[in-house]
């Protein structure tokens, strides 16, 4: 072939290569532009990662510890740890016992309790890393909670449906706020007293596994080990308790209305990670693709950890926002350009698209997004079963092995891209609702 045949055909699938990239739609070429910035972006910012190490040398005698429970318990026999520990307690201990239950309770009134509890405490013990994961997530969770009561998703669920899922969420929060909530404070407590209280844990019915956990962070303060033995634990918690529960799985985790949320991608958690002025915002985060998988679920929790505390640029940008807005539900705290609390006086019948990019079309309201108190009012939960889900070092050996940083972290133009899609799947609706009355 001639120089000028080769020079000729590389032309040719240059211009069919045009030629396709004219002809695909707006809207793929949007998506296609919005990832490379994300990936441009999130590699800039791993250029300075600093993340978070498991270290094999540290955890040799936390695995050997656990290892030994299984063998422990049987030489103990039948009786309960909190029964077996309760009557060695001095009055001290149990006057300190019922003071972090107490504690516990009040802070676990709502979602903005909990995560204001989780932000005080980290503040005051910073070195309780997973205390300000715990914060930025359930930060999320209140955003989840109010999306159901905003301006798009009632107008895509029934409220049976927004009902189930929000007793769903809810019941998540609280009862991982309910177990982990005391055992941070008893490590608050133990700096205070000089002493280490770790034989207290099974007073708060926390899991045979967290005791070597804590009990090996106050001899070595390794924090990577002890955030993740968290993340472990607090997912599987919930587990058979909500997860895997024959009420949930049918009424909630198995439906429609759920299972649209991946496609939709309303499992996003999101970190504000620069200053919101003039209209602008920078999110960084992850979406979970199948909240079912107490695997992912797992993962997924040790990514956000390593995002947190491995990108110099989201751990300080993160802090900021931690320490300068407050938690209320609404999605304002973090776009208050595309969010507002105010509720509409009347919605219109026919939704009408509000969003173009990243910005609010002129002469369009932002999204109705409410704080939490204005969405639903505070329930009284039932206490969570009992019960032990640690039954030996091979159900957590896979999680302790690394704590990889994801690829493409930075998600901006993601998110807005997530509320043009909720908008469409709105307007979708509404036209497969004319046809079918048409019909």
Not at 129 to 142: E, F, I, P, Q, T
Not at 319 to 338: E, N
Not at 389 to 401: A, D, I, L, P
Request: net charge positive; aromatic share 10%.
């Amino acid at each position: 072939m001639s120089m000028n045949r080769v020079r000729q055909s590389g032309r040719d699938r240059l211009l069919e290569g045009m030629l396709r990239l004219l002809k695909m739609p707006i809207a793929l070429w949007t998506v296609l532009v919005a990832k490379w910035h994300a990936k441009q972006a999130s590699t800039d910012m791993a250029a300075h990662a600093r993340p978070p190490r498991l270290r094999e040398g540290s955890l040799k005698p936390l695995k050997a510890a656990w290892q030994s429970i299984a063998e422990r318990r049987e030489n103990q026999g039948s009786e309960t740890e909190p029964a077996r520990e309760a009557a060695q307690f001095s009055a001290w201990e149990l006057a300190l016992i019922e003071r972090i239950k107490q504690e516990t309770r009040v802070a676990n009134r709502n979602n903005v309790t909990r995560t204001e509890a989780y932000r005080t405490l980290y503040l005051r013990r910073p070195e309780l890393h997973w205390a300000l994961l715990a914060h930025m997530v359930s930060r999320n969770g209140g955003y989840n909670m109010t999306d159901l009561k905003g301006e798009l998703l009632p107008r895509l669920l029934g409220e049976p449906e927004r009902e189930k899922i929000f007793q769903l969420l809810e019941h998540a929060n609280s009862f991982i706020f309910g177990d982990a909530y005391p055992q941070l404070l008893l490590f608050d407590i133990a700096c205070k007293e000089g002493r280490e209280l770790t034989h207290l844990l099974p007073a708060f019915g926390v899991s045979r596994f967290m005791g070597p956990a804590w009990a090996h962070y106050w001899q070595r303060r390794d924090q990577v080990a002890l955030t993740v033995a968290l993340i472990v634990n607090e997912q599987h918690y919930i587990e058979q308790r909500i997860v895997q529960h024959p009420y949930y799985r049918s009424q909630v985790l198995d439906t429609p209305a759920f299972l649209m949320q991946a496609p939709l991608q309303l499992n996003a958690v999101v970190m504000p990670y620069g200053p919101l002025t003039d209209g602008k915002m920078q999110l960084a985060g992850l979406i979970l693709e199948n909240f079912s998988s107490i695997h992912e679920r797992i993962e997924f929790g040790k990514r956000l950890y390593a995002l947190i505390f491995g990108i110099p640029t989201l751990h300080k940008g993160v802090h900021q926002f931690m320490k300068a807005v407050r938690h209320t539900g609404s999605r304002t705290d973090f776009a208050p350009h595309l969010f507002t609390m105010r509720k509409p006086e009347a919605s219109p019948r026919r939704y009408k698209q509000k969003l173009e990019g990243c910005r609010i079309i002129r002469g369009r309201t932002p999204f109705y997004s409410p704080e939490l108190g204005a969405a639903w009012a505070d329930r009284k939960l039932e206490a969570p079963e009992l019960g032990e889900w640690y039954e030996g070092f091979h159900q957590v050996e896979v999680y302790f092995k690394e704590l990889p940083l994801p690829d493409v972290f930075e998600m901006t133009e993601a998110y807005c891209l997530e509320l043009n899609k909720i908008e469409a799947a709105v307007q979708a609706a509404e036209r497969l609702d004319l046809i079918l009355q048409k019909g």
